[in-house]
Structures are given as C-alpha cells and as structure tokens.
C-alpha cells in the first residue's frame, strides 16, 4: 500500500475510466483528532480512503492510498445505495472553449429539467454528465460524528488505518505547530 497526497488519490480516481455513477462514499470525523476519513468505492476501480482537515478555509491537506482492489461481498453494503448526501469529483475546464461548452450543457440540463417532471437525483445525474464528471454517487457522511459504516471499514482496513493515520499525523504536525490557523 503506497501512502500519497490526497490529491493524487483524487487523480486516481478521475483518470480510473469506471462508470462514474457507481461511485458510493462514507465519511465522517477523524477517529483520533482533528480532520475527517472518507472512504470512496466502485465496483471495478476498488476502494480509496483519505484522511483530511481544512488548514485554512482555503486550503486543505491530507494523505490516502488504494486499500482495496475491488468491492467484494463483505465491503459492497457498507457503501450506501441512497445516502443522506451525493457527492461529485470535477475536473476544471481545459480551457475556455471547454468551459463555455460545459456552461452550455449544464444550461440545457437545467432548462429541460425546468419544463418537465423530474426528480432529484435524474438532475443531478444530467448535471453531472453534462459537466463531464468522473466521479460522483450517493454518500452517507456525519459532519460531527463517524457513520456506522465507518467503524466497519476501518475495522476492515484495519493496517491501512494504521499506516494513513501515522503519515496524517506527520502532515499535521508540519503544518500545526501551535495555536490555530
């Protein structure tokens, strides 16, 4: 298991060409101290876990690695079908014709979906191609606790745990030396 910057985790993710809507994602707080965990699983591209904390609004650092290679039978129900939230990994335009085109789409998505019965989760789709996303999916995530599928997964990856929280705590460390930011 190889321990990266979170970002190229991110890289993985979008350069993996899986399906981008079978994404699924839990997370939650950091077990131990500041920051949150976040798992991320797809059928046939596996599961990432990150582990990352806002040093400043503007700014956030943190590490993860690939700890599986695909969602096996023990793993899938712990990703949500439906979750209390979706989520969704862009990428930014190429350039500007790119970006006009992405604007045009997503204007398209929006009008049709404003002249027509529809739910939620059909616009986000629409919108999500329309933009060309990598990744997105349903989420199960707790902004002041840990899901319970959380506990699962870290029980699961047990060693990677392990290992990304040793790395985290010295990204931490490097950027928090007193006080706050």
Do not use: C
């Amino acid at each position: 298991m190889r321990v990266r910057d979170w970002q190229d985790i991110l890289e993985d993710v979008m350069e993996s060409n899986a399906n981008p809507g079978d994404w699924r994602a839990v997370g939650g707080d950091r077990a131990n101290g500041i920051g949150e965990d976040i798992y991320f699983g797809h059928p046939d591209a596996g599961v990432y876990q990150l582990k990352t904390y806002a040093k400043n609004p503007f700014e956030v650092q943190g590490v993860g690695s690939q700890v599986a290679r695909r969602i096996d039978d023990d793993i899938d129900p712990l990703f949500p079908d439906d979750g209390s939230g979706i989520f969704g990994v862009q990428q930014g335009p190429e350039d500007e014709d790119d970006a006009k085109e992405k604007a045009k789409n997503l204007e398209t998505v929006l009008e049709t979906h404003a002249d027509a019965p529809t739910s939620p989760q059909a616009l986000l789709e629409d919108m999500m191609d329309a933009m060309d996303s990598p990744a997105y999916g349903p989420m199960e995530f707790d902004h002041h606790d840990r899901p319970d599928q959380m506990s699962e997964l870290t029980e699961t990856f047990e060693e990677a745990e392990e290992l990304l929280d040793a790395e985290f705590e010295d990204v931490i460390e490097e950027d928090v030396e007193r006080g706050f930011y």
